[in-house]
């Protein structure tokens, strides 16, 4: 892996956590995501990612809207699988990205791209609390 690009996308995960952190509950600010990298360090071949964050209320259009071309973007890079954004049917300022990569060089430069830095900076701005992530396997291929 680049060591430039894996800097770059640890400084970015640190200076966005506080970010993600509410100021109303100093516990969630405890529960930001440091560790990411280090985690997906140690994952060799695919992977899933899953990112579940709320917004604040009222910014769910906000949300949706800058999500669209980090999306369209997202999924034509190499070593992307699958990027989906899911909002929560019953609370509307929930969401999860669900995102499958080949390998972690290829989610280290996706960080890197313009378009997730765009989406990234909209979602510091408008976060309710830090998001949390998932590294998962899949164990069971999809039925064809």
């Given at each position: ?34 560790d ?42 190499k ?6 954004l899911?909002?929560?049917?019953e ?9 499958r ?44």
């Amino acid at each position: 892996m680049n060591r430039h690009r894996l800097l770059a996308v640890l400084l970015a995960l640190t200076l966005l956590g506080p970010a993600f952190a509410r100021q109303d509950k100093p516990d969630l600010a405890k529960e930001k995501e440091p560790d990411l990298m280090a985690r997906l360090k140690k994952v060799e071949g695919s992977f899933s990612l899953i990112v579940s964050f709320q917004v604040k209320k009222g910014e769910e259009k906000t949300m949706l809207d800058a999500a669209k071309p980090c999306i369209a973007a997202t999924v034509k890079e190499k070593g992307c699988k699958r990027y989906e954004l899911h909002q929560d049917l019953e609370t509307p300022t929930k969401f999860i990205m669900i995102e499958r990569w080949d390998s972690v060089e290829a989610i280290v430069a996706h960080m890197g791209e313009a378009h997730t830095k765009k989406l990234l900076a909209t979602l510091a701005k408008i976060a309710d609390g830090p998001p949390k992530f998932s590294i998962a396997k899949r164990r069971c291929p999809p039925k064809k």
